[in-house]
């Protein structure tokens, strides 16, 4: 792999073996200046050979540059006045990050770095000089292993007697910490042999990381010009100096450090080698020992940090992926979005030096989410699990499950489809743009659904619901007692709705197993019932009303609507209509008053208009047809049918089976057709009624009355084909007017 220098990219001066750059497109020559040679001087051979741009290895190839720019400053200033950015990945935040961190030289030609922990020839009998202990070389493979895991970049060892290695690393006595340094060998990493390795987050650890960022293309970020100044703190960068933005003076708190390249490196290491999807691309769990800070994948921990402070950033290859604080042992901050941080409470915070007056300065957070790639949603972490404390989980663009658990906990959907549970505690649940659901727990709750057709399900308690914008459905689902909420008054009045406030829900749905009584509004609702024998009443507007598994009465209200009886015995009154409605329940056809137009399926029972002149016919099955007021006419057809005729002038035919026909105030008609079985007339009016017996067949000389007896109060048809006619409390002298045969 080669070392090319970038067009118009700057390598600022920040230590002694660092060279900076400046490129003169027009010239396609640079000058270059190192601070461990004489100014003027140009730089050695090799140099010029590494580097993009063959030509003049001196000063002068831009008449703007200053003639001796071995100053970190003046290389800062001269970058952010002639250099083209060249990072452009459609995020403006992650484009100035990577135009701070990106060196002037970075790898072209492949993903395979080569490395040896061998020292070059030149440094072997050097009594200064040693290789890294064998810990130490372990460490370096893990952390190889990690930047493999964030990027497309391999790592392979060499022997630098055969081939040259694009990365060494070394002890030199005398270094005071460590330093990377660019040679004609590649990249030297050099360590202060006796400092020991440490834990993730200690200084130690830390120069690890720091170094190979170097080899790996990036420069400082607390450098005038590179980082943006709110950037430039180590929760960005553990190249910055500068643990916090504000922190008064460079300064590292020992064992506070970044535990893994944080933001802006991952950035802008996936910006030159890729971003490796493979890695953790299965559902992944994510979680933290509170105990001892130690991160968790998978169940697989990466190494406690001393003093319990966390601070890293997640890369996550693909698949469903869930961060699971639910052992918190304090309220968390969870927060889903690309680029934010999860922050896991009071005093796991890595502690940041002070600012100008003193104050003592904390971390971001202690979990940062990596930036997306190019804006593959891959990397992207859906769910979240807050624990038994005040917690707030915020989501992001994609669907996300958050779980507050218990405590009083804050919830945020926003953009995907997500499902939001509050748990036990007085929580907040917010959906955001989608369609999402939010499910409340015991406590005193307030759920509001945002934009989008939400699903809000309710539980014991005094809660809020504000659906928001869109058709937004409430459930009572999870209530062991019956459920009263009329839409109407935006009140619950029975149940587990007892004292809630309800506002812009245009669905119901009553409780899974009680009666309930569900009224809706003026608005298209959709209106559902489950299990027992429940009152559901709708309003004018094009509704969807569901009946569940008990036996239910539907009132029907104006509008284009769509009903389903379901399972049970179940009822479609339209008592309300002023009008007249014709309702057919075995061709599931309606017409006329609030019937017209509507769709029906699925009932057993009909209830006519209370004053028009209704026409109603059942099913093959057991119906039970209401008139109500009006000359009505009603058919039971197949099934032990009860027809109630009501007040008016109303025909009855239970039709085949053993039916009760009611007629009701006003002079009725029965029909019977012999044959149809065994029917009675309850509430025969002499004199006012009249029963049509149609299919009979006489012998000669005989009459119908032939076939009656008196039963004690009632009056006993018995025909020869067994079919039974009763009439109840009447005699047969006196219905020998009020027969006709048909």
Do not use: C
Request: without cysteine.
């Amino acid at each position: 792999m080669m070392l090319v220098r970038v067009p118009a990219r700057f390598q600022k001066v920040s230590n002694a073996r660092h060279f900076a750059g400046l490129f003169d497109r027009n010239q396609q020559s640079f000058a270059l200046s190192s601070d461990r040679q004489t100014p003027n001087t140009p730089l050695p051979q090799f140099m010029a050979k590494t580097l993009h741009g063959v030509g003049r290895s001196k000063y002068g190839a831009d008449p703007d540059m200053p003639n001796l720019i071995d100053d970190a400053t003046q290389v800062a200033n001269y970058r952010r006045q002639y250099s083209n950015e060249i990072a452009q990945t459609g995020d403006a935040v992650v484009d100035d990050l990577i135009n701070g961190l990106l060196m002037d030289y970075v790898y072209t030609d492949g993903t395979v770095l080569t490395y040896s922990f061998e020292l070059p020839q030149t440094y072997r009998n050097d009594p200064d000089w040693s290789e890294l202990s064998a810990e130490a070389e372990a460490r370096h493979l893990e952390v190889f292993a990690y930047v493999t895991s964030l990027t497309g970049v391999q790592f392979e060892e060499v022997d630098p007697d055969v081939q040259t290695a694009n990365l060494y690393f070394g002890n030199e006595v005398g270094t005071a910490t460590a330093y990377a340094s660019w040679s004609s060998s590649g990249v030297m990493h050099v360590y202060n042999p006796d400092r020991a390795l440490g834990p993730p987050g200690s200084y130690a650890d830390h120069l690890i990381i720091h170094e190979l960022g170097h080899g790996l293309g990036l420069a400082h970020g607390h450098d005038e010009g590179a980082l943006p100044e709110a950037y430039r703190g180590q929760s960005w960068s553990v190249m910055s100096y500068l643990e916090h933005p504000d922190a008064d003076d460079l300064f590292f708190s020992s064992n506070h450090g970044p535990e893994t390249f944080m933001l802006a490196d991952v950035a802008t290491l996936q910006y030159q080698f890729g971003a490796n999807f493979q890695s953790n691309a299965g559902d992944t769990v994510y979680t933290v020992d509170f105990a001892t800070g130690e991160f968790f994948i998978d169940g697989e921990g990466q190494g406690a940090p001393r003093n319990n402070k966390i601070l890293r950033t997640l890369w996550d290859g693909n698949g469903v992926d869930e961060i699971d604080l639910s052992n918190a042992d304090r309220g968390v901050n969870i927060d889903l979005a690309p680029g934010a941080f999860i922050s896991l409470g009071d005093g796991m915070h890595a502690s940041q030096g002070r600012d100008a007056d003193g104050n003592r300065l904390y971390a971001e957070g202690n979990i940062a989410n990596a930036f997306l790639y190019r804006g593959d949603l891959r990397s992207i972490l859906e769910n979240a699990q807050g624990g038994r404390f005040n917690d707030t989980l915020s989501g992001n663009q994609v669907a996300n499950r958050l779980t507050g658990n218990n405590g009083n906990d804050t919830v945020f959907g926003l953009e995907g489809r997500d499902i939001l549970f509050g748990g036990n505690g007085d929580d907040r649940i917010f959906g955001g743009a989608h369609d999402d659901s939010l499910y409340d727990g015991a406590g005193r709750d307030s759920l509001y659904g945002g934009d989008g057709n939400d699903y809000l399900r309710a539980s014991v308690g005094p809660d809020l619901f504000d659906g928001g914008a869109g058709t937004d459905f409430l459930s009572y689902y999870d209530s062991s007692v019956g459920i009263t909420v009329d839409l109407n008054v935006n009140t619950g009045i029975a149940g587990d709705a007892y004292n809630d406030k309800i506002s812009n829900i245009e669905g119901l749905g009553g409780s899974g197993v009680a009666a309930d009584t569900i009224t809706g509004n003026d608005g298209n609702n959709i209106l559902r019932s489950y299990g027992g024998d429940d009152r559901v009443r709708d309003g004018a507007g094009s509704d969807i009303v569901t009946l569940g598994s008990g036996n239910d009465i539907l009132w029907a209200g104006a509008g284009a609507d769509s009903y389903n009886g379901g399972s049970g015995r179940d009822m479609i009154s339209y008592h309300a209509s002023e009008e007249a409605v014709d309702v057919d329940l075995l061709r599931n056809t309606t017409f006329g008053g609030l019937a017209a137009d509507d769709t029906i399926k699925g009932f057993e029972s009909v209830s006519g208009s209370n004053g028009g002149d209704d026409k109603l016919a059942g099913t093959k099955g057991a119906n039970k047809l209401r008139g109500n007021g009006g000359d009505d006419r009603l058919f039971g057809r197949s099934g032990d049918d009860t027809l109630e005729g009501g007040s008016g002038r109303d025909y009855l035919d239970g039709g085949v089976g053993d039916d009760i026909l009611n007629g009701g105030s006003g002079r009725d008609t029965f029909h019977f057709d012999v044959g149809d079985g065994q029917d009675v007339i309850a509430d025969f009016q002499n004199n006012a009624d009249t029963i049509e017996i149609d299919n009979i067949r006489f012998a000669r000389g005989t009459d119908v009355f032939d076939y009656a007896i008196q039963d004690g109060r009632d009056v006993r048809f018995d025909f020869d084909d067994g079919s039974v006619l009763v009439i109840e409390d009447s005699l047969i002298g006196h219905l020998r007017n009020d027969l006709d045969i048909v």
